[in-house]
């Protein structure tokens, strides 16, 4: 079972910023940061490929975060800059193996417990 343990949520202003961490108890071929806010449905922030490190990101994202990782640390990270009130939700990062549609939620196995970012104009 991969255990994930994300942190770095928060309050901030907007224009400001924020690391998201996800800490992965074993490395799989894919990570991924999802966001839901209230009365949303769960949605794609940006994904990352272990072992070759190529990120994608959603429309929303792009420009603004950038998803990154670290292999000594299992680690994966979503540095999250220009922040924008809609970008308040609770953020979950996931895993999974052989994910063909990165951006697709019901594809990952192993989800974290969520960390709350608030952002306020």
């Known amino acids: 079972q991969v255990q994930l343990v994300e942190s770095g949520g928060g309050l901030v202003q907007a224009g400001g910023s924020l690391r998201l961490s996800c800490a992965v108890s074993?490395?799989?071929?894919?990570m991924g940061w999802f966001r839901q806010a209230p009365g949303k449905e769960r949605e794609f922030v940006a994904a990352i490929r272990w072992s070759v490190g190529s990120a994608f990101y959603a429309d929303s994202a792009k420009g603004r975060f950038t998803i990154s990782r670290d292999n000594a640390k299992n680690t994966m990270y979503l540095q999250m800059n220009t922040l924008k009130p809609e970008d308040t939700a609770v953020y979950y990062c996931a895993a999974g193996r052989g994910i063909p549609n990165l951006r697709a939620d019901t594809q990952y196995d192993y989800w974290g417990q969520g960390t709350q970012v608030t952002v306020s104009s």
């Open positions: 074993e490395r799989t071929l894919t």
